[in-house]
């Protein structure tokens, strides 16, 4: 009987930090685009929570599914993606999670074969290691940006010379500061820096960027935000996302906004277009992705583990 191939095998620690709305949706994000990765790599994920993100009631209770921390601790897992989560605080240094999240910066540089980081995650780690401070932009850099790799590296190898990537953000990480204190960047777009890395004793990847996006993510996050202003919980209009709608939609949603400064009511929701948005990275994405499963299937020094529990699937 011909054994498994252990090589063939990884574990991903997923810690989900977004906010209780979105909870859900990332899960799905992330689980369907590893499974898109993963090929011939049998890949079983497992998802973590922080326990100092501030969560209400039904938040806590969705948490409460994943595993703590301490069980992250025990298991191990091979590649880890630590998500972003929407900031409270005018410096990450004084959000409430601060200090777990760079004790799991920690962890992951030395029980980890590779981890990725994403978001705000990106920048708190950053921050922490190298002092490198995101700075605030003028307006939501906000939509799909053509990306072309800049760098050799295992996880470049193969990329399209020109692909294209979700970006959502009100800040950036000044690519001199990045080189200077020995970040590599791997792709870049005029949005700017889009994912680098670093070697440690474990390989750190950056994404300011969503590869994990779906269609209608950016979509969705954009009628989130216009309700928000027409209800007066925001007094910013919302950024509309470049590269994404099509001319017909731009067209109906220019002249929704021109109605909102005149006439500001939630009643005018109702007339928000129904798009149809087009996935226009995907291939991309996956391509990056599955590079990191073979990065990881070929470094991990260790046998994958047998225990499965809750939260915990198999993705082949």
């Known amino acids: 009987m011909s ?4 090589n063939n095998n990884v574990a991903i620690g997923i810690v989900n930090n977004m906010p209780d709305s979105a909870l859900e949706a990332t899960e799905r994000q992330f689980l369907s685009l590893v499974e898109a990765a993963a090929g011939d790599i049998t890949v079983r994920v497992k998802f973590y929570a922080l326990p100092d993100v501030p969560r209400s009631d039904a938040g806590r209770l969705h948490a409460a599914s994943y595993s703590s921390m301490r069980d992250l601790l025990n298991d191990a897992p091979d590649g880890l993606i630590v998500t972003g989560t929407e900031p409270r605080a005018a410096d990450l240094m004084d959000e409430p999670y601060w200090n777990s999240l760079t004790r799991l910066v920690e962890w992951a540089d030395q029980n980890t074969t590779s981890a990725i980081w994403s978001c705000l995650a990106t920048h708190a780690a950053v921050l922490y290691m190298d002092g490198v401070r995101r700075q605030r932009l003028g307006e939501k850099r906000f939509g799909v940006f053509d990306c072309i790799p800049v760098a050799e590296h295992e996880l470049t190898v193969g990329l399209p010379l020109r692909f294209r990537m979700p970006h959502s953000r009100w800040n950036d990480l000044p690519e001199q500061q990045l080189t200077s204190t020995g970040y590599r960047i791997l792709t870049r777009s005029s949005a700017g820096v889009d994912a680098f890395v670093k070697q440690r004793k474990s390989l750190f990847v950056f994404f300011q960027g969503h590869p994990e996006y779906e269609s209608e993510t950016l979509l969705l996050e954009y009628r989130r935000d216009l309700k928000r202003f027409l209800t007066r919980e925001s007094e910013i209009y919302p950024t509309m996302p470049q590269g994404y709608f099509d001319d017909e939609t731009l067209t109906v949603l220019t002249a929704l906004r021109d109605r909102a400064f005149s006439y500001r009511c939630e009643s005018l929701m109702t007339d928000f277009p129904t798009v149809q948005a087009t996935n226009t ?32 699937l198999t993705i082949r």
Do not use: T
Not at 3 to 6: A, C, E, N, T, V
Not at 295 to 308: S, T
């Open 281 to 312: 990275w995907r291939r991309g994405a996956v391509h990056f992705y599955h590079h990191w499963l073979e990065y990881l299937a070929r470094h991990k020094d260790r046998e994958p583990q047998a225990h499965v529990e809750a939260k915990q």
């Open 3 to 6: 054994m498994p191939d252990r």
